[in-house]
């Protein structure tokens, strides 16, 4: 058992050494720490993913922290998707987005009881990471093609006519907006020409 749990470490061990020596901006940072200070750079990820978890659970912040995890990396990656001719990672970012959306819009209208679970940003952080994992179980597209999409396919017609109600009595708050500024406007210089009639006379 022991000895299996230790081959298993290692495997993950090797994994991750293999990932991190991957090109990229983050490894090549990594690169510069391990020749500066001599320590292998898999200890050096293990030792930062310890102290952001650490964070997580008890630092000042940790609700910015963990926004910026799940926000930063995601946003690159789409404007990466965006720019790139392949339209498939345009589809797994824009899918990430909307749980993404989702999921803030929850957060936002449960907020008093959040504050209730320990630990909560650590939780959401994961929860986040597992979303945008470059993973067969993917958390966003579990959620996606198992809740959100079902959900809208249903109310799909009763949402589009919500819409465009909705944008209709916005035209149309527009136009009346845009009249009220044009009598308004009119107004003030007929006003400003009386006035300056009465200084002259």
């Avoid at 009881?113 to 945008?132: A, D, Q, R, T």
Wanted: hydrophobic letters at 50%; one cysteine or more; glycine letters at 4%.
């Amino acid at each position: 058992m022991a000895s299996a749990v230790q081959q298993n470490v290692e495997n993950w061990k090797a994994k991750l050494d293999k990932v991190l020596h991957e090109k990229n901006g983050f490894t090549d940072l990594l690169e510069k720490v391990e020749q500066k200070t001599g320590v292998r750079r898999l200890y050096l990820a293990i030792g930062l993913f310890a102290v952001v978890v650490l964070y997580l659970m008890v630092g000042y912040g940790a609700q910015f922290l963990c926004n910026f995890i799940g926000f930063i990396y995601p946003a690159y990656t789409s404007f990466k998707a965006v720019e790139s001719t392949n339209k498939d990672d345009d589809t797994v970012w824009l899918i990430y987005w909307v749980v993404y959306s989702f999921f803030a819009l929850l957060e936002f209208f449960t907020d008093i009881f959040l504050f209730w679970i320990p630990f909560y940003w650590l939780l959401k952080c994961i929860f986040l990471v597992w979303c945008m994992a470059p993973t067969s179980y993917n958390g966003s597209q579990i959620i996606y093609y198992r809740f959100i999409r079902p959900f809208i396919l249903r109310y799909e017609k009763k949402i589009d006519s919500a819409v465009d109600r909705a944008s209709e009595a916005a035209r149309e708050a527009g136009e009346v907006a845009k009249d009220m500024a044009n009598d308004a406007a009119a107004d003030a210089l007929k006003k400003q020409y009386l006035d300056n009639s009465a200084k002259t006379d």
